[in-house]
C-alpha cells in the first residue's frame, strides 16, 4: 500500500508534445528541490549546479536521465514520471516503509533511501555540513532489486 505522503506518478500523456512535458518536469523539480528544499534528518540539502546542461542544474539532470558517460546522459521516462518522489522520500525518511543504507563512494558517504514497494532509490551525498542530492532512478531488473536488497542487509547486519 503506498503511504499517503507519495505523489501521483507524472504521465507523459496529454501533453502535446515532449517540450511541454518536460517544462513540467522540471517546473516540479524547481518546486522541490529549488523553492521548498527537503530536509534529511535535520540537515540541508543543495544541489549540484553545475555543469549545467542545456541550461539545467546537474541535479535536475541526475534525477531525470540515465548513461554511463556524464555528457551523454539522456532523459529517462521512468525517472522523469517519478519526479514528484524524491523530495516525499527525503522529507519522510523516517517512515519504516524506507530501507536506508550509506556506503562509501569515492570517499564520501553515499546515503541510499529505498522505496522497494515502488522499486525507486534516492542517493544523497554527504558534504561535510549539508547533503547533496545525488541521483534516484526506478529499478526495473529483478537481479538489480536483488543487488540494493543484499547491501540494504549488509549494513543492517554488518559481519
Known amino acids: 500500500m503506498m503511504p499517503k505522503w507519495l505523489p501521483a506518478l507524472i504521465i507523459n500523456n496529454g501533453y502535446k508534445d515532449w517540450n511541454q512535458y518536460f ?5 516540479i523539480f524547481g518546486r522541490d528541490f529549488v523553492l521548498d528544499k527537503p530536509v534529511y534528518k535535520n540537515i540541508r540539502l543543495g544541489l549540484k549546479k553545475h555543469p549545467e546542461y542545456n541550461g539545467k542544474s546537474a541535479t535536475f539532470w541526475h534525477l531525470i536521465s540515465e548513461g554511463k558517460i556524464e555528457e551523454e546522459r539522456l532523459p529517462c521516462t521512468y525517472r522523469c514520471e517519478r519526479i514528484t518522489y524524491p523530495k516525499p522520500i527525503i522529507d519522510n525518511s523516517n517512515d519504516k516503509c524506507l530501507k536506508i543504507w550509506i556506503e562509501l563512494r569515492k570517499g564520501e558517504k553515499r546515503i ?3 522505496y522497494e514497494d515502488e522499486n525507486y532509490l534516492v542517493v544523497l551525498a554527504q558534504r561535510g555540513n549539508y547533503i547533496l542530492p545525488w541521483t534516484a532512478f526506478y529499478i526495473k531488473e529483478e537481479h538489480r532489486k536483488k543487488k540494493y536488497n543484499k547491501r540494504w542487509n549488509q ?4 559481519s
Open 23 to 27: 517544462d513540467d518536469v522540471y517546473r
Open 112 to 114: 541510499h533511501i529505498w
Open 155 to 158: 549494513y543492517k547486519t554488518p
